[in-house]
């Protein structure tokens, strides 16, 4: 079993930045690829951002290439996602989730995930 909680969440203006963190605790041994992803209201959960948790291989959603980027810290077993150039449409609840497997863009391909952050851009 693996657990995650999501923090920094919050408001913000638009173009502002935000950096979400994920904790990760457990079976921590057994992930291999990390991601996060968003839902907002009355929308389906869409990818935003993966990456393995060793090595370099990253995966971004083209709605936030660019603006956004997926990074972790190994000896705080955590993983972040910086959120730049914020914009209105980014409003949403983000999810951390964790895979025993493949890194992948779909949110069948976790096994793990938090219980979500509330972020919300004004415009």
């Known amino acids: 079993q693996v657990q995650l909680v999501e923090s920094g969440g919050g408001l913000v203006q638009a173009g502002g930045s935000l950096r979400l963190s994920c904790a990760a605790s457990g079976r921590t041994y057994s992930v291999n690829a990390m991601g996060w992803f968003r839902q907002a209201p009355g929308k389906e959960r869409e990818f935003v951002a993966a990456l393995r948790w060793s090595g370099s291989a990253t995966l971004y959603a083209d709605s936030v290439k660019g603006r956004f980027t997926i990074s972790r810290d190994n000896a705080k077993n955590t993983v972040y996602l910086q959120m730049n150039s914020l914009k209105p449409e980014d409003t949403a609840v983000y999810y951390c989730?964790?895979?025993?497997?493949?890194?992948?863009?779909?949110?069948?391909?976790?096994?793990?995930w938090g219980q979500g952050t509330q972020v919300t851009v004004s415009s």
């Open positions: 989730a964790a895979s025993t497997m493949l890194i992948s863009s779909t949110a069948s391909g976790y096994g793990y």
